[in-house]
């Protein structure tokens, strides 16, 4: 098709688009202000406020002048594809109007493809729109599921829309070619005259398509018998050029060609032009222009070269195109790749790329750099508290704080959450000196950390632990850098936080030896190597009423393995929800085994905070419980104090769901963690267990002695019962029982051990009782 009937094609369409935008508007403007007033009236502010913005939107794509024809047709199209959505989640199937519209209109203004690609758009919106947006639909004789009457609902709609679609596109198709037999028509007619009007006519229709095209067209003339810039000079540029650069024709007319480029257009692309222009080849380039009122701008220029019918080069023909929006979005893809969101800072995927040419550089140098990585301490607190806003804020300062504490050359990365990673170059010649040199920045850095944080008029205090790794040594890698420094930081984490520690080999082997044992533990599951001893409880008179269940590993080569050790490797290893399942398993075929010997007290097992968060643990207790027909009021569940102070009101739900089936809640080691007296009150709770720390301490010790009392008075106001742990020698449950302590745990009493054992044991201790 030529390109006037092109462009006849794209006036009628952009006409009809006008009046359509016009209708909507008055008509629009007569309907929704009664709607508007009603809706406001009834307290329907989301229909006002479509209404109102769905007018401003229809007003906006049809006056404002800068928007091309492309523009307003989509700034129309996706209105009606946003009301579409929004009647079909408010009103109804109404919205299946809307929904069709979009593609038909789509084919109408836009290509074939576009519009099955708007197709496909509203076929699927309305689909998931429909289904997960609860939109009630009918189907008589269908009674399939609300997913199936969609489905059937969306199949329709795409036949009959996409019928429209493809009839109104063979329409405008057959309107194209029409305009076309017409045009071809006139050329012929136009062909008839005499070849000089043909010829001026032809040259008329070609300046007034170069002159109206959108990509800036430059004619510049080579002029005989000068140097090589003295003989270039713009005899035209097109409309396009005077909007892109700000410059009339009259400004640029007889100059040279590079009165359009400045400061930071780059050389290396402008001795390749010079260079395409010595040897008469065409080229293309990419290179920033300025404009008139002295701002950049991205282009994207073609240059050819004319000659005449001697072969002699007498003019060059340059397009050029705005690509600004290419670039900005060439930099922001690059920003995502290297530098993180928030801070601004390299990402880890940069830090990797520093590290391995630093690395390089360190090899070939023979001088020392190092790898710091900083984990800020307690930040989840922060967060937590007070919101990620305010977190976001405090990563921020710490970013600003890290690169106002190092030199231009070295390196500051963010790798994830509150970790940051810091690249010192060349700080030595020698390993002892570097050493020293990481050790003086590091502790400069800490230094700074430990500074007030200023966010909003609040002040918060930080800190953080520090790992340092020196390179190069042998066979390193930039995986092995980091990984190296990160150990060294959790190395510092364990030494109590805010500590500095240097990388050494034993921390590699340490890691290992807990990535094996997380292996080891998850072997031990399925191979029976665990078990449950139970450690009693008694009253004053040293009769068992209670009992607590303890998790026990013996490891078929080093034998029995302490839950302080494998606990923690569990919890970080993910492995502590298969252990507690089967601790609460194993402690409701324990409580049936109490029962079955005529002893029916109750168990105690600890629940950990990521067990009780689950979302399905009610509902796996209450398949355990029925599965083993335990008791569940001689169940205790022992909980930290930290699980009851995050997410509150949660907690007290699960909780008192769970005291529904008779299952009672205790407090573990009482009073190391967060006390409160506030989750006190509003808890169900059954007992709380004062932690033996407190215990050993007692009656000697004035203030551990003040702290028991303390928690047994709170505990008899409040009816709780109490359980002391670790008691071991008379005098500590001598003063226990002479201040209301009910119930008592520890070596004085017994042992842990296997409950058979146990269950033997306290036969042979009622039979001695009750013999003569």
Known sequence: ??????????????????????????????????????????????????????????????????????????????????????????????????????????????????????????????????????????????????????????????FICAVLTISCNVLLSRLEISLRQLQMSSQTLVQEQSSLKKVNEELRLIFAAVSHLNEVVMIIRVLPDSSDEERLRIVFVNDAFERMTGYAAEDVIGRIPHSITGQRTQAERLAEIRLAWSQVRAFHVELICYKRDGSEFWVEVDGVPLVDDADKLTHWVMTARDINEKKEAEEHIHRLAYFDALTGLPNRRLLMDRIGVLLAHARRTGLVSAVLFIDLDKFKYINDARGHAVGDALLKQVAHRLLNSLREVDTVSRIGGDEFVVLLVDISDDLVNGTHAALHVTEKIQQTMMEIFDIDGLLYNSSCSIGVTLLPRENQTADDLLREADTAMYRAKARGRNQIAFYEKWMQNEIEQRLTMERELGEALDSQQLSLYMQAQVDRLGTPVGGELLMRWTHPVHGPISPAVFIPVAEDAGLILRLGDWLLREACLSLNRLKDAGMPIALSVNVSPKQFRQPDFVRKVKEILQETAADPARLIFEVTEGLLIDNLQETIERILELNTLGIRFSIDDFGTGYSSFSYLKKLPLYELKIDKSFVQDIPDDLHGTAIVRSILSIAAHLGLKVVAEGVETTQQADFLIENGCGSMQGFLFSHPMPLEEWIALQRQTDAATVSP
Request: hydrophobic share 60%; glycine share 6%; proline share 2%.
């Open 1 to 158: 098709m030529s390109q006037h009937a092109a462009r006849d094609t794209d006036e009628w369409r952009f006409q009809i688009l006008s009046v359509i935008l016009l209708c909507v508007l008055l008509l629009g403007v007569v309907t929704a202000i009664p709607s508007i007033m009603l809706a406001v009236t009834e307290g329907l502010w989301s229909i006002a406020v479509i209404d109102f913005l769905a007018l401003c939107w229809v007003g906006a794509t049809l006056f404002l002048p800068q928007l091309s024809f492309r523009r307003r047709a989509w700034s129309f199209l996706i209105l009606v594809y946003v009301l579409g959505i929004w009647f079909l989640l408010k009103v109804g199937v109404t919205g299946l109007i809307y929904l069709m519209a979009f593609p038909a209109m789509t084919s109408f203004f836009c290509s074939l493809r576009e519009a099955i690609f708007s197709l496909l758009l509203s076929s699927l919106t309305l689909l998931l729109v429909g289904y997960w947006g609860g939109v009630e639909v009918q189907l008589l004789s269908f009674h399939a599921d609300t997913f199936l009457r969609w489905l059937v609902v969306t199949l329709n709609f795409s």
